[in-house]
């Protein structure tokens, strides 16, 4: 795999793409470039580890990613943690699974409309939970580390 050509014009891609849509959710001033840098570790991240797993899998762990790094980002700059979510995933939404399930249904080709619907399907749900698990995880888990930094001090 070569680094540049597979992995980072890919990602630089989605960083610009994130930006983008950072100025249509109207995101001020530094949190356009986080939810830029967001999107892009988030398409890094599922790259690589389509190398290993399948889509469905790589789609999650990716989200995983998101989010922690979307939640971290918005502890430290003290803003809503849905911008930086919302923008940093888009670049992962299956668009183009839907495009071609209507293709291939409207086409008439029964197997590969069911075939590339439930791929896609897969795909949303894998984004919704990779980020609604780590989000709950880390709200659990956090008044426990907070806890545990004041009691140390």
Known sequence: MELLADLL????WAFLA????GLVYNIQGAGILICGFGGALGWFFYLIARQWVGSIVAAF????????????????????????????LL????????????????????????????????????????????????????PYFQGSQKNSG
């Open 18 to 21: 994130c930006v983008g849509f």
């Open 9 to 12: 014009m890919p990602s630089l």
């Open 91 to 142: 670049p992962l939404v299956p668009g183009s699974g839907i495009y071609y399930s209507m293709r291939y249904c409207v086409a008439g080709d029964t197997q590969q409309f069911l075939s590339t619907l439930l791929n896609t399907f897969g795909m949303a749900a894998s984004l919704a939970i990779g980020a609604m698990l780590t989000s709950t995880v880390l709200r659990l888990l956090l």
């Open 61 to 88: 762990l990716a989200a995983v990613a998101i989010t922690v790094f979307s939640e971290w980002m918005a502890r430290v700059r003290r803003c809503p943690v849905t911008g930086y979510l919302q923008v940093a």
